[in-house]
């Protein structure tokens, strides 16, 4: 293994204090935890948005804090959910009366221990509700799982419930428009070659040299199924094919797309999968309204890239339009 | 000198700590294999933070809880934390406990559990091992048995449970996606479960 960190153990503590220095206008560290905060946090008088979540997805989820979209993040052990008590200190050094709302992947580990900070802010009678993002159409038989994971489509989730908790909307009516999205987001992802956790030091999984896995996990969860590799555009047709099967995107429908890189893969082939999204979406007589390009929700070193649609209404649109300044996402 | 309620959670920590990389290797075949290293990062925790000398048995098993809840993280630290802090409510102020403690502490935990996982018996998880233990217990004690004879009934009704396990498809946890690819495996919390069941039996078997 090759990686550029100073010891296993010291890496998501150095990474947060890192992504701090970087961007100390906007986000700062609460002293003694691994929760990352709004600098000035708890002198705005709203709904706060809390995510989080295992490390290895930056920049998901502390550099979407800011204004426009999270109040905090809490960061976990590298794909290890972070602990009831970690949530439960984000909670505190950001709600200010207004009450908090909990935005989760859909991860058995994820779900349990938001909901156990949750109960412990209940305790103390702060308002706490939240929601849980499932949007990956990859997992199938979803009655039988533990569900849909959540993955890059949770971005459009921190974009538009903070927009609307902008407004200074009441934590029910930030929720409804949280879970408004979540009904019209779907993802699907793939990857070229596995990525490697610092702590386990090998690759999470094997791929040959000439083989891809189609609808691979954020933390590289088995796929629908392995294949050879072929051209960028094949793949995006059955990314997206999948993606409109669900029958939630229709002729003259509006939507938002994001074409997200898992860590490993360049701007360049991101640029080319994208094009072949638009010629699928143009040739359905479906309007692009917004594209987002880059890496948004990453999986350490994976790569690999992941497609999702997000279907707009005018509240939708407004509040995804509306401005945005954080570190890693940005709406002028 | 050690209270009895620690020296035996001490007893657990050690089997579980013994025990890491077997439960480790168990969470690689059908999850992703930290189970043995999360829980064995919480119950070192847990052998530092817990007060050695207090008597009171629920608030040793709470302090055990809050320990594991913060220390363990994925799936496995807000179960078993639950199951802690529920025993933990069951055992509040007493400082000893009778075979109908017993009943009423496995009762409350298996409560937590359902209720934290939204999980029942029969979806490859640590209900599959606790529940048959708890059942037999029960059994046991309506029987008259004494307190060693009941953890011997829920230690041999909950390895049966986790040999269950290998037969049946996940439908909760990370597991679940593998679906019919996780029969054959035992599921790594009811291994660990397990284990927790037979170190308390053997604890109280060597008083």
């Known amino acids: 293994m090759k990686k550029l960190i100073n010891g296993v153990d010291n890496v998501v503590d150095e990474m947060l204090n890192g992504m701090t220095a970087a961007f100390p206008e906007y986000i700062e560290r609460v002293p003694g935890t691994d929760v990352v905060a709004r600098t000035g946090a708890k002198k705005t008088d709203k709904v706060v948005l809390i995510s989080g979540g ?42 200010c ?50 569900g849909r994971r959540g993955i890059a489509g949770t971005v459009f989730v921190h974009k538009i419930a903070g ?41 999470g999984f094997d791929l040959a040299e000439d083989e891809v896995e189609i609808g691979i996990g954020i933390h590289g969860e088995p796929g629908t199924h392995r294949e050879k590799i072929s051209p960028v555009n094949d793949i995006v047709d059955h990314l997206v094919g999948k993606i409109l099967d669900e029958g939630i995107y229709a002729e003259g429908d509006e939507v938002a797309v994001m074409v997200n890189g898992m860590g490993g893969t360049p701007l360049s082939e991101l640029f080319i999968a994208n094009l072949r999204v638009k010629e699928i979406l143009d040739g359905k007589g479906i309007k692009i309204a917004k594209t987002v390009v880059g890496n948004y929700m990453t999986s350490l070193d994976m790569e690999g890239f ?27 | 000198m050690a209270s009895k309620v620690y020296e035996c959670i001490s007893k657990i920590a050690d089997i579980i700590i013994e025990n890491k990389d077997f439960l480790t290797e168990l969470d690689r075949e059908i999850g992703d294999a930290d189970h043995g290293i999360n ?25 055990a809880g809050m320990v594991l809840l913060s220390k363990v993280g994925g799936a496995s630290g ?8 529920k025993a933990a409510k069951a055992a509040a102020g007493k400082t000893e406990l009778t075979v109908q403690d017993g009943k009423d502490i496995l009762d409350a935990i298996i409560g937590g559990i359902k209720q934290r996982g939204k999980a029942e018996r029969g979806e490859k998880t640590m209900l599959d091992a606790i529940i048959p233990g708890y059942e037999a217990y029960c059994a046991a004690a309506d029987a008259g048995k004494d307190l060693a004879e009941c953890l011997d009934a829920m230690c041999a009704a909950a390895a049966e449970g986790v040999e269950y396990t290998k037969t049946i498809i996940a439908t909760k946890g990370r597991a679940s996606y593998l679906g019919e690819r996780s029969i054959g495996h035992q599921d790594p919390g009811a291994t660990s479960s397990l284990l927790t069941m037979e170190a308390i039996r053997d604890w109280v078997r060597a008083l």
């Open chain 2, 39 to 63: 829980m064995a990062r919480g119950y070192t925790e847990a052998l530092g933070q817990l007060p050695q000398d207090e008597s009171d048995i629920g608030a040793v098993l709470k302090k």
């Open chain 1, 306 to 332: 992941s497609v999702t649609l997000l279907k707009l209404d005018d509240e939708l649109k407004g509040y995804l339009n509306a401005p945005a300044d954080t570190p890693a996402y940005k709406e002028v």
């Open chain 1, 54 to 95: 295992g490390s290895g997805h930056e920049p998901a989820h502390g550099g979407y804090v800011g204004k426009g979209m999270l109040d905090a993040a809490v960061a976990g052990a590298v794909f290890t959910s972070p602990t009831p008590d970690q949530v439960y200190e984000a909670i505190k050094a950001t709600e």
């Open chain 1, 97 to 146: 009366g207004k009450g908090a709302l909990l935005i989760i992947k859909n991860y058995t580990g994820d779900v349990m221990n938001f909901e156990m900070a949750a109960d412990m802010a209940a305790d103390e009678d702060i308002t706490v509700d939240k929601v849980v993002v499932a949007d990956d159409v990859a997992v199938e038989n979803s009655t039988w799982t533990t």
């Open chain 2, 78 to 85: 807000p179960l078993y934390g639950t199951a802690y802090m």
């Open chain 1, 163 to 203: 927009a609307c908790a902008e407004t200074g909307a009441d934590l029910p009516e930030v929720k409804r428009v949280a879970e408004k999205v979540i009904a019209n987001v779907r993802s699907m992802g793939m990857a070229v070659a596995p990525c490697t956790v610092p702590a386990v030091g090998k690759p």
